[in-house]
C-alpha cells in the first residue's frame, strides 16, 4: 500500500514539475493597441496607448509579447521603446503609422526609436508613413545653420538578435531606418520609397554594427539607398534594387578621429536603376583618421543608366572648398568586385581615385561589362584610376586602367 501510495506521490510531483517548468513559453500574449485606446482617426495622437501597450508587453514576465497594429491609420507623435523587456517581443504592423507633418511636433531626432532591446522581431504589411514633404524645403543645414532638426524614421540602437520584414516605409524626414550598436539584425522584404529629389532621405543607414543582412528589398529615395558608415562590419547585401537615389555608398569616412574600421562588406544580386552612383566608397579629402576599409565582395550586380556606376573616391567635398591638409588616410583594400554590367550615363563607368598618400591596395575587377548610355554622345565608357594597385580579369569594358 506504502509503496503505491509513494508512487503515487512521485508521480504527482512530476506533473507538477512540468507544469512549472513550461509556464514561462506557455502562451503568447497578444497586445492589439486599439484595445489599450488607440483610435485609428488618423488624428488623435496614439502615443500614450502605444506606451501603455509598450510598458506591459515590454514587462511580461511569463510569456512572450505580440503588439498588434491592425489596419486602420494610427498617428503617432515622436516615441520611443525602451529595454530591456523581460521576453521576446514582436511588433505586427498591418495598418499606417502616421507621424505629424510638422517637423517641430516629434521633439526627437528619431520618429519611432527603439533602444536596449533583444529579441524584436518587427513585420506585417503595414506603412510607416513619414509625410516629409513639408519639411524637406527646411533640409538646408549646409547653409542655414539654424535648420530645424528633421526626424529619421525608424531608429535601432543597442539591439541584438532582431528583425524587421515585409513594411514600407514612405516619404521619411531624413533617413528613413537608423542602426547604431546594433548586432545580429535581419532586413528583408521591405520596400522604401520617397522621392528622387527629396532631400537627406537616406534608406538605411548603418554605423558602428555588425553581422547585419538586408536582402529582398527595394529602396527608391532621394540620397543613398544603404549608407554604411564608420564601424560597420560583416554587413550582407543581396537582392536589393535601388533607384532613384546615390547607390550604396560606404562612407563618408575619414571625418572624425574616434572611426572604427569598416570590414567584411558583400553586396550581391542587386540592381541599380537610374541612381547617381552605383557602387560607391567616399572618404574626406583631408581625413582626420587612418582607419581601414577592406574585404569587400560585389558580385553579380546589373546597372541600369547609373551616373557613376563604380565609384571610389578619396578626395569626398560635397560643398567646396574643403580644407586641404592633406590627404585622405583612409586605407581601402582587398576590394573584389565581380559581374558588374549593364549602362551609364557619365562617360566615366568606373572612377577609382584613391589616396596619394595611402593608396588603394588589392582592387580586383573581374568580368566588368558596363556601356555608355547616356543622352549626349559622350562615349564610349571609360575607365579613371588614380594611386590603385590591383588586377583586372575576364572582361574589360570600359578598358581597364589598373594593370
Ligand atoms: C533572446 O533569445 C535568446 C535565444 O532564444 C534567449 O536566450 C534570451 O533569453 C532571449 N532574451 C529575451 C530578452 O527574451
Ligand atoms: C533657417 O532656418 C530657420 C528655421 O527653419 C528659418 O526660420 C530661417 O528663415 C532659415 N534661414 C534662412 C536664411 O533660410
Ligand atoms: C549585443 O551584441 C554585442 C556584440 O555581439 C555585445 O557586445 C553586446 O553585449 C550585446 N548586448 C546585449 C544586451 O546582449
Ligand atoms: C537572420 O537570417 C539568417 C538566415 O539568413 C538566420 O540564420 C538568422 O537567425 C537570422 N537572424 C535574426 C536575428 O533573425
Ligand atoms: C512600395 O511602396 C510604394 C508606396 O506605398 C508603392 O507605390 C509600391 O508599389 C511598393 N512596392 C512594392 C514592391 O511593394
Ligand atoms: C528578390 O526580392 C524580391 C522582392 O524585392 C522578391 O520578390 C524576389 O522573390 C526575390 N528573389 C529571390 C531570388 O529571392
Ligand atoms: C527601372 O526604372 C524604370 C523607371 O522607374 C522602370 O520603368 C523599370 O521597370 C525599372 N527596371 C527594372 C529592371 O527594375
Ligand atoms: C538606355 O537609355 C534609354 C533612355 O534613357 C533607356 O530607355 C534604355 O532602357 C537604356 N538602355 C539600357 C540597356 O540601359
Redesign the pocket.
Known amino acids: 500500500m506504502a509503496c503505491i501510495v509513494f508512487g503515487f506521490k512521485a508521480l504527482c510531483f512530476s506533473f507538477l514539475f512540468v507544469a512549472v517548468a513550461s509556464r514561462p513559453t506557455a502562451w503568447k500574449k497578444v497586445f492589439n493597441v486599439q484595445r489599450y485606446g488607440a483610435t485609428s482617426d488618423g488624428k488623435t495622437d496614439n502615443v500614450n496607448a502605444f506606451k501603455t501597450v509598450w510598458k506591459s508587453a515590454c514587462s511580461r514576465i511569463n510569456g512572450n509579447s505580440k503588439i498588434y497594429v491592425p489596419k486602420g491609420t494610427f498617428y503617432l507623435g515622436g516615441i520611443e521603446f525602451l529595454g530591456p523587456c523581460k521576453n521576446k517581443i514582436e511588433f505586427v504592423i498591418d495598418g499606417t503609422l502616421l507621424a505629424p507633418a510638422n517637423p517641430k511636433d516629434i521633439k526627437q531626432d528619431t520618429w519611432i526609436n527603439f533602444r536596449y532591446i533583444d529579441n524584436l522581431s518587427i513585420y506585417g504589411k503595414g506603412t510607416l508613413d513619414g509625410q516629409g514633404k513639408q519639411s524637406w524645403p527646411f533640409n538646408d543645414c549646409h547653409k542655414n545653420t539654424s535648420c530645424p532638426q528633421l526626424a529619421k524614421t525608424m531608429g535601432f540602437a543597442f539591439v541584438n538578435d532582431s528583425s524587421v520584414k515585409g513594411i514600407t516605409s514612405l516619404n521619411s524626414k531624413m533617413a528613413h531606418f537608423n542602426f547604431f550598436q546594433v548586432h545580429h539584425f535581419n532586413i528583408t522584404e521591405v520596400n522604401i520609397t520617397a522621392p528622387g529629389d527629396s532631400p537627406n532621405t537616406d534608406g538605411i543607414k548603418i554605423g558602428y554594427s555588425s553581422n547585419m543582412q538586408i536582402s529582398n528589398t527595394q529602396i527608391g529615395t532621394g540620397d543613398d539607398c544603404i549608407a554604411i558608415l564608420p564601424g560597420t562590419t560583416n554587413l550582407d547585401i543581396s537582392n536589393v534594387?535601388c533607384?532613384p537615389g546615390h547607390g550604396i555608398s560606404v562612407g563618408s569616412l575619414g571625418k572624425n578621429k574616434a572611426e572604427k574600421d569598416v570590414n567584411g562588406l558583400t553586396v550581391s544580386d542587386t540592381?541599380f536603376?537610374?541612381t547617381s552612383n552605383g557602387i560607391r566608397i567616399k572618404t574626406w579629402e583631408s581625413s582626420a583618421s587612418n582607419i581601414l576599409v577592406s574585404k569587400f565582395v560585389y558580385e553579380n550586380i546589373q546597372m541600369?543608366n547609373v551616373g557613376i556606376p563604380i565609384n571610389i573616391d578619396q578626395k569626398y567635398c560635397p560643398y567646396p572648398p574643403c580644407e586641404k591638409k592633406g590627404d585622405s588616410h583612409v586605407q581601402i583594400q582587398d576590394v573584389e568586385l565581380q559581374n558588374i554590367y549593364g549602362t551609364s550615363t557619365t562617360k566615366t563607368a568606373v572612377s577609382l581615385q584613391c589616396s596619394k598618400s595611402v593608396p588603394c591596395k588589392n582592387i580586383h575587377l573581374i568580368d566588368i561589362d558596363l556601356k555608355y548610355n547616356g543622352t549626349n554622345e559622350q562615349g564610349p565608357a571609360i575607365a579613371m584610376c588614380q594611386n590603385v594597385d590591383g588586377y583586372a580579369r575576364g572582361k574589360k569594358f570600359p578598358p581597364n586602367c589598373l594593370d
Open positions: 534594387t533607384g540592381i536603376n537610374g541600369i
